[in-house]
């Protein structure tokens, strides 16, 4: 089964409804993008996730910075979207566990030392922004290129109810990441196509069959 990270969440109703949907993780955008929570904002709208996973995403914040946000906003996991202009994933983990937390680790693909996350995320950019782009990746390019690491895969960019399921198809991967594809307005999720979202990646995966790398889901 795909997996549903739903990011960008500012408004607590949008917290319960993705849990309720089923999604395996929530993000909380805690570096500059017009999703930007504060950790205040964020331990706020974690308590209303129920038993998802709750994500605070990052950039080029230092690592130090990075463990501090954790601490604050108490979330269980960290997104380092910035790749080879933040942090490594050895030094967040450093810093992490100086402060007594060990959070699951999603690096972008291009982050130095990738191979030491949890899982490995491949996402669009553009100018400043590491995410939340509304553009979606070159799938079937990337399909044709061996992975360069056999960490979990999450997939983000340009997701919909859509074009959700051709991207699970060409690329398998362990979780699908949505932001502005399922909004009414950036931070503000819309109800019917988050639904339809949901709905989309459960008739994928009912055609794809099961994940060959199952067993490593996180």
Known sequence: ????????????????????????????????????????????????????????????????????????????????????????????????RRRGLSPLVIAAADAADAEEAD????????????????????????AAVPRPTPSPLVLAGGLGPENVATAIALLRPAAVDVSSGVEAGPGVKDPSRLAAFFAAVARADATAGPLPHAEAHP
């Open 1 to 96: 089964m795909t997996r549903i990270k739903v990011c960008g969440l500012t408004r607590a109703e949008d917290v319960r409804r993705a849990a309720s949907l089923g999604a395996w993780a929530l993000g909380f955008v805690l570096c500059p993008s017009p999703r930007q929570v504060t950790p205040e904002r964020a331990r706020r709208l974690a308590a209303a996730a129920g038993r998802a996973l709750t994500v605070a995403v990052v950039a080029t914040e230092a690592p130090d910075e990075v463990a501090a946000l954790l601490a604050a906003g108490g979330t269980d996991a960290v997104q380092l979207s910035a790749g080879a202009d933040g942090p490594s994933v050895a030094r967040v983990r450093e810093a992490a």
């Open 119 to 142: 899982l490995v995320l491949l996402d669009s950019r553009a100018g400043a922004l590491y995410g939340g782009t509304g553009r979606a990746l070159d799938w079937a390019a990337l």
